[in-house]
């Protein structure tokens, strides 16, 4: 009976791979983002890194043979079977891991997944030393790494953590990794013909992705004595590696736009007025919630009955009149009808 103006959000389970799971039919992956009945939510960061901790403990144990580069040498294996056993006391948990996992649908790579866990551990730090601060005590170490005295280089710690991490990632988000390199293939036809890319989304949305080289013209004057500038101007010719890079992650966001806009109209067909939209995360009255979930899940299920990669392909030949040498990745198993029953999909 309570009048509630608040607007209470469900929002996707990591959306991105969401998308990429659901467009692929991937079950496991679609499992780890919630798109499957359970009773409890499940966390694919979580289980990323319990990945990497197996593969560590498999280093240690002399199961598991890896290859590492650091600084321009290869590490031998048992320093990375150090450097692992130091991880393993550190602690390796989902916030390690969250950030490369979260980013990886829009465009991360082993480079920002390196960046993401050497942030990590400096904001270890930062916290212990804000708490030894605030306690009026000296701060403590928080991880074994390149500090005073320490024989485990900080940046070796890193290029295992980064190895193992992006390779863990890899055995629990397939399809999406799939997903990206096919259209990142097919991008990279297109601009090979110095052409935009297009495509059209669900909503019947045209998508127009097109990045031209720059070139760079130093200029000297006499002005205030002396003054260098550059004038960075846009060429007319298509810059093939930034297409590449580019079109996985703007396909995606059109996708979750579409699923967006569909789901929008369903709330106002259904008699949902109130409602307030941030990406993937979608809010209404609390006594609403139940009905809003209903018509996400519905929108979403509905999204996703066509192949959407086969038709960005073909869109692509039709435009272009040319013939791309790409098969779309194989449709996996999963069962877009069980996302109608699966309570943590938006939570």
Request: hydrophobic content about 40%; aromatic content about 6%; charged content about 25%.
């Amino acid at each position: 009976d309570f009048l509630s103006r608040i607007p209470v959000a469900q929002d996707g389970s990591c959306s991105g791979i969401q998308h990429y799971s659901a467009m692929l039919k991937d079950k496991r992956g679609g499992a780890a983002v919630n798109l499957t009945p359970s009773d409890k939510p499940e966390d694919i960061y979580g289980a990323v890194a319990e990945v990497v901790k197996r593969k560590m403990q498999e280093i240690i144990d002399g199961d598991l043979k890896v290859e590492v580069n650091s600084a321009g040498k290869e590490l031998d294996l048992p320093y990375i079977a150090k450097l692992c056993e130091a991880w393993l006391s550190t602690g390796v948990d989902r916030k390690l891991c969250k950030k490369p996992v979260m980013t990886l649908p829009y465009g991360s790579t082993m480079i920002t997944c390196r960046a993401s866990i050497e942030d990590h551990l400096s904001e270890l730090q930062a916290d212990e030393e804000a708490r030894a601060k605030a306690a009026g005590r000296q701060s403590n170490p928080m991880h074994p790494f390149g500090g005073q005295g320490s024989e485990l280089p900080l940046q070796d710690a890193i290029a295992v953590c980064t190895r193992l991490l992006w390779d863990s990632i890899g055995e629990v988000v397939v399809a999406a990794r799939e997903g990206m390199g096919f259209i990142q293939r097919v991008a990279g036809a297109v601009a090979k013909e110095n052409s935009p890319l297009y495509w059209t989304t669900p909503t019947g949305f045209i998508v127009e992705q097109a990045l031209y080289e720059y070139k760079n013209q130093r200029i000297v004057t006499q002005l205030a004595g002396s003054m260098t500038c550059t004038i960075r101007t846009e060429t007319d010719k298509i810059d093939v590696s930034r297409m590449k890079s580019s079109a996985a992650p703007n396909f995606v966001h059109s996708m979750d736009a579409s699923h967006l806009i569909r789901s929008v109209n369903a709330f106002d067909a259904d008699g949902l007025s109130s409602v307030a939209v941030i990406h993937d995360s979608f809010g209404t009255h609390a006594g609403k919630t139940e009905q809003l979930r209903a018509c996400l899940q519905k929108e979403f299920v509905n999204l996703y009955i066509e192949d959407w990669l086969t038709a960005f392909k073909d869109e692509v030949e039709d435009e272009m009149k040319i013939e791309i040498e790409e098969d779309a990745p194989m449709i996996g198993t999963l069962d877009l009808l069980e996302v109608l029953d699966a309570d943590y999909a938006f939570a």
